[in-house]
């Protein structure tokens, strides 16, 4: 019985240095247990974790990647009997510090919830009991997220008065890995008006500077603005306009932050915004030393004028690689996941070089990402399967100067022997055909100087990432 190669194959034509980055097959991290703003770290050990909240029970899970080919059953991490806040653009927070893993959530109820900490110190196999984080006497704190950096943990909340009113933030601080927490200070008394009350917060840290971004609302303005503290989260005295956009709108759009202390002295933070009544998703670029923007990235705009075209931005940063990379929805097929990364600095981002993660038709929304060694792990809802969805991004280093389209034609597809590859080569310039898994071992390397080759690779049915280089460029078959 003959195999089957599956190709379902995109083009790609890169000019100079580039990176190519192809979607692994998506897995189910649950497809029982709901699918709300699913959020992902990397364990201690090496394999990611994932946090996301039941909408139907109320209830909060972690479940942690078997290292192999899926995930290991979930662990519900809220006390039986009791509820938790679940909405699909926002939830549950988690961050990770060696073998530590902490997570912070809310419980149900606007005007009676609280925020809570869990944890584990066993990077996700047995987990602690919860410990309530705000000391909020009328029970309006909301939007917990958290930050660890070198055994300190921080926690920025949306507060409210007794009334419901006038939202807030604040920050409280932990330095016995959870079990107690600090009185909290404000954070946000430097913003114009008052914090926008839906779209959730994000904090970050480093040995110098503690960082709450989020957006404001004056009179309707609704611009993400950053608060600083430069004595570890004990006041905020600092403050960073991030959006000078002026988006202009009744209603809150229920969609933060987020932002990754970069190198010395700089922060990155990516947002969603109006501007020109088109919706964008910008990367800012700060100089926290020097006080000033360095540069600010458009990542891509919707020039439909639908403002729901573009939404719901993460990023994720690699100090050791210089490695940046980003996730947002937007729309094709239906709604869908998109990605972008980059080694040479936010400035480098190309829109063009953007990738559709889920191609398919539906929703697939409210991603997340994170990276180790080198690899992009994402994390989004998948609406119409009701689950939480992983795949893994591999990237492919293209080094070749474009001098022409150099365009691949490549038959039969599906192929269940011989795969036939056509290509203008007039100049009879020397073209490497290589074949990958979807881990990006290579298998199979082919070599012609003609402008055509048929070939039988013999591998085992599944899919497979084709490379074609040649001094006119580098296509991409997967």
Same mark, same amino acid.
């Given at each position: 019985m003959k195999s089957t190669l599956t190709l379902v194959f995109t083009i790609i034509t890169l000019s100079g240095f580039s990176q190519v980055f192809l979607p692994g097959n998506p897995i189910s991290v649950s497809d029982t247990l709901g699918y709300n703003f699913p959020q992902i770290e990397i364990t201690g050990d090496g394999v990611p974790g994932?946090?996301?909240?039941?909408?139907?029970?109320?209830?909060?899970?972690?479940?942690?990647?078997?290292?192999?080919?899926?995930?290991?059953?979930?662990?519900?991490?809220?006390?039986?009997?009791?509820?938790?806040?679940?909405?699909?653009w926002s939830g549950a927070n988690i961050e990770v510090e060696g073998d530590n893993i902490y997570v912070v959530y809310h419980s149900e109820g606007f005007t009676t919830g609280h925020c809570y900490f869990v944890k584990s110190t066993d990077n996700g196999?047995?987990?602690?009991?919860?410990?309530?984080?705000?000391?909020?006497?009328?029970?309006?704190?909301?939007?917990?997220?958290?930050?660890?950096?070198?055994?300190?943990?921080?926690?920025?909340?949306?507060?409210?008065?007794?009334?419901?009113?006038?939202?807030?933030?604040?920050?409280?601080?932990?330095?016995?890995?959870?079990?107690t927490w600090e009185p909290d200070v404000q954070a946000s008394e430097l913003w114009p008006g008052e914090s926008c009350d839906c779209c959730?917060?994000?904090?970050?840290?480093?040995?110098?500077?503690?960082?709450?971004? !989020?957006?404001?609302?004056?009179?309707?303005?609704?611009?993400?603005?950053?608060?600083? !503290?430069?004595?570890?989260?004990?006041?905020?005295?600092?403050?960073?306009?991030?959006?000078?956009?002026?988006?202009?709108?009744?209603?809150?759009?229920?969609?933060?932050?987020?932002?990754?202390?970069?190198?010395?002295?700089?922060?990155?933070?990516?947002?969603?915004?109006e501007y020109n009544s088109e919706s964008h998703v910008y990367l800012h670029h700060y100089d926290l030393a020097g006080d000033s923007t360095i540069t600010e990235v458009d990542i891509q705009a919707d020039v439909s004028n639908n403002n729901t075209l573009i939404n719901y931005p993460q990023m994720d940063y690699s100090p050791s690689d210089n490695r940046l990379a980003i996730v947002w929805e937007s729309f094709s097929s239906g709604i869908d996941v998109f990605f972008n990364a980059t080694t040479a600095g936010p400035e480098a981002l190309i829109s063009s070089q953007a990738i559709n993660l889920t191609d398919v038709t539906g929703t697939q929304s409210k991603p997340d990402i994170i990276m180790e060694n080198g690899n992009y792990?994402?994390?989004?809802m998948d609406t119409d399967g009701f689950d939480v969805?992983?795949?893994?991004?591999?990237?492919?280093?293209?080094?070749?100067?474009?001098?022409?389209?150099?365009?691949?034609?490549?038959?039969?597809?599906?192929?269940?022997?011989?795969?036939?590859?056509?290509?203008?080569?007039?100049?009879?310039?020397?073209?490497?055909? !290589?074949?990958a898994d979807l881990q990006g071992r290579v298998?199979?390397?082919?070599?012609? !100087?003609?402008?055509?080759l048929s070939v039988n690779p013999k591998l085992s049915a599944g899919t497979y990432i084709y490379q074609v280089k040649s001094t006119k460029g580098v296509l991409v078959i997967e």
């Open positions: 994932v946090i996301w909240t039941d909408h139907n029970n109320l209830d909060i899970y972690f479940a942690k990647h078997n290292g192999v080919d899926d995930f290991l059953t979930p662990i519900k991490l809220n006390p039986d009997g009791t509820n938790v806040q679940s909405f699909n196999a047995t987990w602690s009991d919860t410990v309530r984080v705000d000391n909020v006497a009328d029970g309006h704190a909301q939007f917990p997220d958290i930050a660890a950096h070198n055994d300190t943990l921080w926690v920025v909340l949306l507060d409210h008065d007794a009334n419901g009113l006038n939202p807030h933030y604040r920050v409280t601080r932990s330095v016995d890995g959870g079990a959730s917060p994000e904090i970050v840290a480093d040995d110098d500077y503690v960082i709450v971004f !989020s957006r404001n609302n004056d009179n309707n303005i609704r611009e993400f603005k950053g608060v600083v !503290s430069y004595d570890r989260g004990a006041t905020f005295t600092g403050m960073i306009d991030v959006d000078m956009h002026a988006w202009n709108i009744m209603s809150c759009p229920s969609v933060g932050a987020s932002a990754r202390m970069y190198g010395q002295d700089e922060v990155l933070a990516a947002y969603r915004t792990h994402v994390v989004y969805k992983y795949l893994q991004v591999f990237e492919s280093a293209a080094g070749i100067q474009a001098q022409d389209n150099f365009e691949v034609l490549v038959y039969p597809n599906p192929a269940s022997d011989l795969i036939n590859f056509e290509f203008e080569n007039e100049s009879n310039e020397l073209v490497t055909i !290589s074949i298998v199979k390397t082919y070599k012609t !100087s003609e402008n055509q």
